[in-house]
């Protein structure tokens, strides 16, 4: 700013008197001008590097765009997966509570047969008894036999005399 104030202040006209003063004030527009030329320039770099700033800007967003775009697609595909684990999760539960009845009509079907099997074993324990007292009675009459036989053969022997 104090460069503008100077360049002000030296292209500001005065008024001539002389000869001279003329000369000096057309040197001071002179300097003036070259003044507002270099400081054209300078503008003039200053917006190429804004100009070059903008593009890498709008290069960036460009970017940008692209990778909210992949972001979107991504949550997209994230979406449906979730939406796909949450049915499939579903499912599961669906199957996991078959499993249960299954396993609690198995469980009733292994108390039935437990009694059932106590049963018959009860009914194994009478058989048994009865099968025990059978070869007893066989026992028994195993003997009578050999006995009666005896006593036939006697009186076979007394009768064939």
């Not at 700013?1 to 003329?22: G, V």
């Amino acid at each position: 700013m104090s460069e503008n104030r100077e360049a002000e202040k030296r292209s500001s006209p005065k008024k001539p008197s002389n000869p001279n003063n003329l000369e000096k004030t057309l040197q001071h527009l002179v300097e003036g001008i070259g003044l507002l030329a270099e400081g054209q320039r300078h503008l003039q770099t200053t917006v190429a590097q804004l100009i070059e700033w903008q593009q890498q800007t709008q290069g960036t967003v460009a970017q940008l765009q692209g990778t909210v775009a992949q972001l979107v697609e991504g949550q997209q595909r994230l979406q449906l997966a979730v939406t796909q684990l949450a049915e499939e999760n579903r499912k599961l539960a669906e199957g996991q509570e078959r499993l249960q009845e299954t396993v609690a009509q198995l469980a009733e079907e292994n108390r039935r047969l437990a009694d059932e099997n106590r049963r018959l074993a009860e009914g194994q324990m009478s058989l048994q008894e009865a099968v025990a007292k059978l070869v007893e009675e066989n026992r028994k009459m195993s003997v009578v036999l050999k006995e009666v036989n005896k006593k036939v053969g006697r009186l076979d022997e007394q009768w064939g005399m």
